[in-house]
């Protein structure tokens, strides 16, 4: 007997053990399915419940709505209207004439415009013709005034080319029957030789009796000492007694002293005087006196 009440025992037991397993293995497997179920529904989108309109929204919008309808009557209305009034008043011809009326509406403003252009055109072409025309006045003055410019500059080029002409080497010259008032330019100064009476002027110079004749020579302090910065004045005072109409200038010139002759040249000139330029071979002046006549070429 005990041993049927110790496996009796044994047998209980297992199936306890049985029971706690099959037990821990339906609570295990329900918490897997409610894991799943639960992750499904989170992937889920949401959708939002629709919004319903309420009554009073419904009744505004049919408000508005037979409003719409009221205003739309009233205008087909006009619309009609205006019609019958312009099938009344306004026939095709009269149409056609208010479009050739406002055709010509339109362009005579364009020609309005198009004149105002040509106007303004005009105006702008007076102004820049009276522009020119003073600026050609200026210009016609500035011509005259350059114009008498050259003219004066033309005579004195016609003048300077005439003076120039009786200082050259070889000069032109002309014969003369006038009679000679004699000059010398001796070191460097100017002496009177023979005075308008024809005698000799022994202030300037001095006579002495060699190889048979009468030499002149000029004195070395007689007459007035020629410079670059000698004054025209003192020699033209020199010429004073010459008649320009009547006699000339015969000018004995020692081959030395050829620079001096150019100021005498420009008193001469300006006296009017003719002259007779003779260039001795030696640097110094010696006249001899006789009676021979010789042909004398002045410039």
Request: hydrophobic share 35%; with cysteine.
């Amino acid at each position: 007997m005990n041993k049927r009440s110790t496996q009796s025992s044994t047998d209980s037991l297992e199936l306890l053990l049985d029971t706690i397993c099959n037990t821990f293995g339906a609570v295990l497997f329900i918490s897997m399915l409610v894991a799943v179920l639960v992750s499904r529904s989170a992937q889920k989108p949401i959708t939002p419940e629709p919004e319903h309109q309420t009554a009073a929204d419904i009744a505004d919008i049919q408000a508005e709505l037979l409003q719409s309808k009221e205003r739309l009557r009233i205008l087909s209305g006009k619309l009609r209207q205006q019609k019958q009034v312009t099938s009344r008043f306004a026939s095709e011809e009269s149409m056609s004439l208010a479009g050739k009326i406002k055709q010509q509406t339109q362009d005579r403003v364009a020609l309005m415009q198009q004149k105002s252009e040509a106007v303004k055109t005009i105006t702008d072409t007076r102004g820049t013709a009276a522009v020119l025309q003073d600026e050609l006045v200026r210009q016609q003055s500035s011509l005259d005034s350059h114009a008498a410019t050259n003219r004066q500059l033309k005579a004195e080029l016609v003048t300077q080319v005439q003076q120039s002409g009786r200082t050259a080497r070889i000069p032109q010259v002309r014969r003369t029957s006038k009679s000679a008032i004699v000059y010398a330019i001796d070191n460097d100064r100017l002496h009177q030789v023979v005075t308008t009476a024809g005698t000799i002027n022994t202030n300037d110079c001095q006579q002495s009796n060699e190889l048979g004749g009468i030499v002149i020579r000029p004195r070395s302090g007689g007459g007035i000492a020629l410079s670059s910065n000698s004054p025209d004045e003192s020699i033209k005072q020199h010429f004073h007694d010459a008649t320009p109409n009547q006699q000339f200038i015969q000018l004995f010139v020692s081959r030395d002293s050829f620079r001096s002759f150019l100021h005498v040249k420009d008193a001469m000139v300006e006296l009017g005087l003719e002259y007779e330029v003779i260039i001795t071979e030696d640097n110094d002046v010696r006249l001899m006196l006789g009676n021979s006549q010789r042909e004398s070429y002045v410039q």
